[in-house]
């Protein structure tokens, strides 16, 4: 899966590595492992993750010392694993360029909100997120549970109208209007269609009861 979010994560303890492979995997991601500092630290500029999930008691160097040096060169979101419960350190950690941290121990589920959390603050741009659906105006992109999906132009331009009032109900009239304008033929059944496409990319993705149908009447986003 060439689109999903790649997270690498340097950690010496393998089952807590383990246990944070398989959860962000089932979600979804691409996952790398490096199980010292300096493996980790070259992982980092040469497999440019989207985000680095760091323990701080490594066997070489100090994870501190890590997020310090990745952080030099490059923005990633970095959220470090500490066995610390020490509030003067994670001051220090957030000032020394790591964006979150866990106290250990941590559930992987945690963990994978934090990621997510992460991941959309630095991605950027307008973003409407509903639950698991983010749509990126700006970038013209989106994703479902992370994972992107592929849209005609004309398939996301009806999602983002969808999206400017989520939970509203559209009729068949406002759509074609907002999206195709006056030029459609009276009728048509472009919106119907456009919506089967969307539904069926979106359930390839487990997006399940995303757009409501409104029998008679047209569709709504699912505000979340
Ligand atoms: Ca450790």
Do not use: C
Not at 70 to 88: C, E, F, G, H
Request: no cysteine; aromatic share 6%.
């Amino acid at each position: 899966m060439a689109d999903a979010p790649h997270v690498l994560i340097v950690e010496d303890d393998a089952d807590v590595a383990e246990a944070v492979r398989f959860e962000l995997e089932e979600a979804g991601f691409r996952v790398t492992h490096a199980s010292d500092g300096v493996t980790g630290l070259t992982m980092a500029r040469e497999h440019t993750p989207e985000l680095v999930i760091l323990d701080l008691g490594l066997p070489d160097l100090d994870g501190a010392e890590i997020a310090r040096r990745i952080r030099k060169t490059s923005d990633i979101p970095i959220i470090i694993l500490t066995a610390m419960d020490a509030l003067d350190r994670k001051v220090s950690l957030l000032e020394g360029g790591a964006d979150d941290y866990l106290t250990k121990p941590f559930e992987p589920a945690e963990l994978l909100a934090r990621v997510r959390v992460q991941l959309r603050r630095n991605r950027g741009g307008e973003s409407v997120v509903l639950g698991q659906l983010e749509i990126n105006t700006e970038k013209r992109l989106v994703r479902y549970a992370e994972k992107e999906v592929r849209f005609s132009p004309k398939e996301f331009e009806l999602l983002a109208f969808l999206a400017r009032q989520p939970g509203r109900v559209y009729t068949r009239e406002e759509i074609e209007r907002g999206v195709w304008g006056e030029d459609l033929p009276a009728n048509s059944n472009v919106v119907d269609v456009h919506m089967a496409n969307i539904r069926s990319k979106l359930r390839d993705v487990d997006g399940y009861g995303v757009i409501r149908t409104v029998r008679g009447i047209g569709y709504a986003l699912k505000g979340q």
